[in-house]
């Protein structure tokens, strides 16, 4: 008799251990050159896609 199989995948999410905590800081000085500071920064989430957390970019500047 032949065993039935199964379609479908269960996925469970990693042990604690598994998972990563990041903390993340910065600071931007004009320099000595320029009086306006030109420094950008992008915070994203990455999974399957990139989730922007925190940006100063213009949101044309950023792809989807």
């Known amino acids: 008799m032949a065993s039935a199989t199964s379609d479908t995948?269960?996925?469970l999410p990693p042990p604690a251990s598994m998972q990563?905590?990041?903390d993340i800081g910065?600071?931007?000085h004009p320099g000595c050159v320029r009086s306006n500071n030109e420094d950008s920064f992008i915070v994203a989430r990455a999974?399957?896609?990139l989730e922007t957390l925190q940006t100063n970019l213009p949101p044309g500047d950023i792809p989807i």
Do not use: K, L, P
């Open 9 to 11: 995948v269960e996925f």
């Open 20 to 22: 990563v905590v990041v």
């Open 26 to 28: 910065a600071a931007t």
């Open 47 to 49: 999974c399957r896609s």
